[in-house]
C-alpha cells in the first residue's frame, strides 16, 4: 500500500545523519492532536487536524526560509515573489496529506483486539512509538531534503541568469562524511545547464543526499547511464526550479488519483479529472479549502489576534463593517485633553474608512472600535515629521499634513500605537487617527 512504510525509502543507506537543528512537531501539538481525534471533534478521513498541520506547514517553511538562507550566503539572489509563494504553497500541500496520512494511522490505534475503544491513557501509550519514530527519524529526513531543494530552487535561478558566462554545470560529490551508493555514478559529471540530463538527475532527488552543483567553464563529459540505483526517489522526480515543488505529488503521502484523494469532493468530478489526465495535487482547489478550514479553526481557537485578511476574507470585512457602524452610532469624536499633543482629536467617518485600511488584525480592528474611551488612557503623543523619503509626500503636505503624533495604548494586556495625522481644520490644528499597529 502506498505510504505504509517509508523506511526503506528514506534509509536506504542508514538513519539521516545527526543535524544542527533537530526538528520535530511540539509536545503541546501532538497532546492536541491526541485529544481531537480521540474525541472525534475531526474527520480523519476527509479532514485534516488542525495542531498537526499547523506545526507540520511551520516546520517545513522553516525548512524553505533556511534553503533560500544558505543559498544567500553563497551571494545567491533569493527568487521572485511569485515564486516563493508557490513553493511555500507545495509545502502546504506536502503538509496537509502527510498529517492526513498520520491522523489515520494514530486514529486506528484507538480501538482494541476486541473492537472496543481504549481507554484513552492506554490508546496514549500505543501510539507513541509510531508518533516518535514518525516525528524524528522520517519527519527530519523530509527536513532536511527541503532545505537542499529550496536551495537547490534558488541556485537554479541564478546558474540560468549566468550561463552566457558559464555555460555548464559540475555535479560534486556528496559532502556527507559517510556517503551512500546513490548519486556516485554521477560524480564529476559536468554537462550544459540546459542539458535534459538535469530534467531526470539532480542533487536533492535522492532522500538525504548532500551533493551539490557548481557553474564551471570546464569541458562537457559524456552523459552517465543511470544504475537505477541514483534515480529519483518518489516525490524528489519534480525540478523545484522548474516545477516550484518542494516535493512532488508522487509522493507515498500523496492518493494515487482524484477518485481515491480524501479531500474529493464530488465523486463523478474526481473520476472526469482521473480521465482529463490525472491529478494535480498542488493547484487543487478542494485541497486548498482543507487547508483553509484547517487555519480558521487554529485562528478561531487563538481569538480575534489570528483573524486577518488572509485567514478569513469574509469575517474580515464583516467586523470591519461592524466596527464603522459601532462609530456611526457614537458620532463624532472630538475631544480636549491634556495628553494630546493638539488638544484636540476628531474621529468621523471618513478617520475611520482610513484607519481600517491600515489595520491588519481581528485586535486591531477592535481597539480602533474602542477608541473613543481609550483617549483618556492614551500615554503623551510623540513628534514624528513628515517622512520625506516616502513617494508620497508632497501629496500629504497638499492635503494639508503638518506631521505625525503616535501614542500608545493598552488593551487587555497588550501595548497598540496609535499614528495620528496633524492637520488644520478650519481654525484649529487637530489630530486624526490614522492607524493602529500592535507594538512589537
Not at 56 to 78: C, H, K, Q
Not at 248 to 256: M, Q, R, V
Request: proline letters at 5%.
Amino acid at each position: 500500500m502506498r505510504g505504509e512504510t517509508l523506511d526503506e525509502e528514506y534509509f536506504a543507506d542508514g538513519l539521516p545523519e545527526q543535524a544542527s537543528h533537530q526538528v520535530s512537531l511540539s509536545v503541546e501539538g501532538i497532546a492536541r492532536a491526541l485529544v481531537n481525534i480521540y474525541k472525534e471533534n475531526v474527520d480523519i478521513e476527509s479532514d485534516i487536524e488542525e495542531n498537526l498541520f499547523e506545526e507540520t506547514r511551520r516546520i517545513f517553511s522553516d525548512a524553505v526560509a533556511n534553503g533560500y538562507a544558505n543559498a544567500a550566503e553563497e551571494d545567491v539572489p533569493l527568487p521572485d515573489d511569485a515564486f516563493r509563494d508557490a513553493f511555500l504553497h507545495s509545502a502546504d500541500v506536502f503538509s496537509a496529506f502527510r498529517v492526513h496520512k498520520m491522523q489515520r494511522d494514530i486514529a486506528a490505534q484507538m480501538i482494541d483486539e476486541d473492537g472496543h475503544l481504549k481507554p484513552f491513557s492506554r490508546f496514549v501509550k500505543d501510539v507513541s512509538p509510531y508518533i516518535e519514530h514518525r516525528n524524528r527519524a522520517w519527519l527530519q529526513t523530509e527536513y532536511n531534503t527541503a532545505i537542499l531543494r529550496a536551495q537547490n530552487a534558488a541556485e537554479w535561478k541564478q546558474f540560468q541568469e549566468e550561463k552566457d558566462v558559464y555555460p555548464n554545470l559540475e555535479w560534486i560529490r556528496s559532502t556527507s562524511p559517510n556517503p551512500g551508493a546513490d548519486h556516485m555514478v554521477f560524480w564529476g559529471t559536468v554537462l550544459p545547464v540546459d542539458d535534459p540530463f538535469w530534467d531526470a538527475h539532480k542533487p536533492g532527488d535522492r532522500w538525504n543526499c548532500k551533493c551539490e552543483l557548481r557553474q564551471t567553464d570546464r569541458k562537457t563529459t559524456p552523459v552517465p547511464e543511470s544504475d537505477g540505483k541514483s534515480d529519483a526517489a518518489r516525490g524528489l522526480e519534480s525540478h523545484p526550479a522548474k516545477d516550484a515543488e518542494v516535493f512532488s505529488d508522487n509522493h507515498p503521502y500523496y492518493p494515487s488519483s482524484c477518485s481515491t484523494c480524501p479531500f474529493a469532493g464530488n465523486k463523478l468530478l474526481t473520476l472526469v479529472h482521473d480521465l482529463a489526465g490525472g491529478k494535480h495535487c498542488h493547484s487543487c482547489g478542494r485541497v486548498n479549502k482543507s487547508i483553509a478550514r484547517s487555519q480558521r479553526r487554529i485562528a478561531k481557537r487563538e481569538g480575534l489576534e489570528a483573524l486577518t485578511p488572509e485567514t478569513n476574507y469574509k469575517e474580515f470585512k464583516t467586523m470591519q463593517r461592524e466596527t464603522l457602524e459601532a462609530l456611526r452610532q457614537r458620532g463624532e469624536l472630538e475631544r480636549d485633553s491634556k495628553k494630546l499633543y493638539t488638544g484636540h482629536l476628531f474621529f468621523g467617518k471618513r478617520e475611520f474608512k482610513r484607519i481600517k485600511e491600515h489595520c491588519f488584525t481581528g485586535m486591531e480592528l477592535e481597539v480602533a472600535k474602542h477608541l473613543h474611551s481609550l483617549i483618556p488612557k492614551l500615554s503623551d503623543g510623540k513628534y514624528l515629521p513628515i517622512d520625506m523619503s516616502r513617494k508620497n509626500y508632497k501629496q500629504k503636505i497638499r492635503e494639508g499634513v503638518l506631521n505625525y503624533v503616535v501614542y500608545e495604548i493598552e488593551y487587555k494586556g497588550d501595548i497598540y500605537v496609535l499614528k495620528c495625522q496633524v492637520r488644520r481644520r478650519a481654525r484649529f490644528v487637530s489630530e486624526y487617527p490614522y492607524s493602529i499597529k500592535e507594538k512589537e
